[in-house]
């Protein structure tokens, strides 16, 4: 089976950092072919451009990871530039951290803890996540994602492993291997 994994960190390929660990997408590369266009820290814009860059009808399944709404789009994180978070978004949590090191994100923090509309990032996700339901929803994705999702849009075909996330957090796509084996079973049972 051809399968295409587009989304964000719960579905990147974290062997790019942890080259002698597996999570449940390299679980899938073993029996399948899989292309991951996931990566760490995307918010729901760029894991839409993510799609618009292949042609979905290349795949038997598609696979999309859901983000969170709270991560603001910049085209160039001021941070992270490693591989795996080469194309990652802001969030108020990395951006405090990394503020004590680095005096240039405070104007970021202040943005955040001042201005940042929680409304408004959560209908721009909403219209996105409505968008991206548009351009897949004959291909019948399996629409994933590890974060709270009450309130935001609801896909058909789409499974909540935030408490698997509660349960097992690691550093593979940020759960253990309990974890990674788990989410990778609900997936397999629905391709």
């Known amino acids: 089976m051809k399968i295409l994994i587009a989304g964000d960190s719960f579905a990147a390929d974290w062997q790019l950092k942890y080259p002698n660990k597996k999570g449940w997408p390299n679980f899938l590369a073993d029996e399948h072919v899989v292309i991951n266009l996931a ?62 090191n680095n005096k240039k994100l405070l104007p970021l923090v202040d943005y955040f803890e001042n201005y940042f509309d929680l409304d408004y990032a959560i209908d721009i996700h909403n219209i996105i996540c409505e968008k991206i339901d548009q351009l897949t929803k004959k291909f019948k994705p399996i629409h994933i994602t590890g974060f709270e999702w009450e309130g935001l849009y609801q896909f058909d075909n789409m499974i909540n492993f935030n408490y698997i996330f509660k349960k097992y957090k690691g550093i593979m796509n940020h759960y253990s291997l309990e974890g990674n084996n788990e989410v990778y079973g609900y997936i397999q049972a629905r391709l």
């Open 39 to 100: 990566q760490a820290g995307c918010g729901e814009f760029k894991i839409l451009k993510q799609l618009q860059s292949v042609t979905l009808s290349d795949f038997d399944k598609i696979i999309i990871a859901h983000s969170s709404p709270f991560r603001l789009y910049v085209k160039n994180h001021p941070v992270h530039i490693d591989q795996l978070h080469s194309n990652c978004d802001l969030i108020y949590s990395d951006i405090k951290e990394h503020s004590a």
